[in-house]
């Protein structure tokens, strides 16, 4: 490993005009902000973007499925070390989600440069588009583009609410979507991606910094649950075939059962539908949503199996029919051990507290880290709020996980 450098130090005031100035792009009235990917709002805060990169010395160049990147050339350019999150938000997003891992590492790429000089390694800071799929559910599309794993039907398949193709909305913005594999990059040594944490283990601890260890694999089922539908006035109780009964008792014993198994496991019966759905008429279909999460693969399928053998076993006392279908499935993903490493003794030598922690949410690093070494760096969410206009992390908070991302791209690349 690198031996212990000293901190690099970032421009604290520089970011947090960065992160007002960029949060105030695509800002609605009621204070969240709408950014979808190829929308106006997106295309302005790209313009804005590339403007800071050009004046902190880096070029900037973009690709083909819009990424946006400002890169700080090595000694040996053949090779890339990159850092940065996505530009794009949920609706009524707020302004840190994303943009804080671009602008951090934007501030950090500039103060390298004028505190250390050229690297060896290359280093790039990048603004990925539609990770949170928020317009066209295309999933870490920007991501995907860069790794080769867009698919070439997703171009005409992928549709917004108005029924726009992602293909033409990429035209729209002036892109090529035929063009989308030259998107891919073989030169990428390492990915870091600074985030906020989304959740509140680091602000209630008081805790500076969170090393990610892994990202949490999630699995999604949708559960039918079918009974007999029956005058709700003349049908007694012991004679019923209540489908929402049933159902309401296995997500009771979903949450015992989860819970039972203590953190970091998590579950969430979300979407609900009943049918017929009349004031008067007993359930005779239910069904609801399970997203179950962990960052051990193991133990979220062993949760699985164990909520499957309940739901079939409450059906059973109840003389219903349950069946369910997993929507989607993704495994863990672990965090490169040498990067975290890299990214502890950084925090050391900035005089940072840290702990080691998973990712409940799911992020670019996620896909990332199956193809190239990859580490996360959480910052503090103040109450854990986030997607939503009251999402905030401290100046002090933010200016520290900068220069802790300085001082670690410091160790990698020089
Ligand atoms: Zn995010």
Not at 2 to 13: K, L, V
Not at 267 to 278: I, N, S
Request: proline share 4%.
């Amino acid at each position: 490993m690198a031996e212990r450098r000293q901190p690099i130090q970032i421009d604290s005031a520089m970011l947090q005009h960065y992160i007002e100035a960029l949060g105030s792009i695509g800002r609605q009235a009621g204070g969240g902000i709408v950014r979808p990917v190829y929308s106006a709002a997106w295309v302005q805060a790209r313009g804005q973007l590339a403007a800071w990169m050009r004046a902190a010395g880096l070029d900037v160049r973009e690709d083909s499925v819009g990424n946006l990147f400002g890169r700080l050339r090595g000694v040996d350019d053949s090779r890339t070390i990159l850092t940065g999150s996505h530009l794009d938000t949920v609706p009524l997003g707020g302004k840190f989600d994303g943009t804080l891992g671009i602008l951090s590492g934007l501030v950090a790429l500039r103060a390298l440069r004028e505190q250390a000089g050229q690297p060896l390694r290359s280093l790039e800071v990048v603004a990925l588009c539609e990770e949170e799929g928020s317009r066209f559910q295309a999933h870490y599309w920007g991501t995907r583009g860069m790794l080769g794993l867009i698919g070439a039907d997703e171009l005409e398949r992928l549709r917004d609410d108005r029924g726009m193709t992602i293909a033409k909305a990429m035209r729209a913005v002036g892109l090529s979507p035929e063009r989308y594999h030259e998107a891919v990059r073989r030169d990428l040594d390492a990915f870091i991606e600074l985030h906020i944490e989304q959740g509140r283990i680091l602000f209630d601890e008081r805790v500076d910094l969170g090393i990610v260890q892994a990202i949490v694999g999630l699995q999604h089922q949708w559960v039918t649950v079918k009974g007999r539908a029956d005058h709700a006035g003349t049908t007694p109780m012991h004679l019923r075939r209540d489908a929402l009964q049933g159902a309401a008792q296995m997500a009771v014993e979903i949450t015992r059962l989860v819970e039972q198994d203590g953190r970091p496991a998590v579950v969430t019966l979300g979407k609900w539908e009943v049918k017929p759905g009349a004031v008067n008429v007993i359930p005779d279909e239910v069904s609801f949503s399970i997203d179950l999460r962990h960052p051990e693969e193991e133990i979220k399928r062993r949760l699985a199996t164990a909520i499957r053998d309940r739901c079939q076993a409450i059906a059973r006392e109840r003389g219903l029919v349950v069946s369910s279908e997993i929507t989607s499935d993704s495994p863990p993903s672990s965090m490169d051990a040498a990067l975290q490493a890299i990214l502890i003794s950084s925090a050391e030598a900035c005089g940072a507290s840290w702990r080691a922690m998973p990712s409940g949410a799911g992020h670019d690093s996620q896909e990332m880290a199956r193809h190239l070494p990859t580490a996360m760096l959480f910052v503090p969410s103040v109450e854990g709020r986030s997607h939503s206009a009251a999402e905030y992390t401290t100046q002090e908070d933010a200016a520290r996980g900068a220069t802790v991302l300085a001082t670690a791209l410091h160790q990698l690349a020089y």
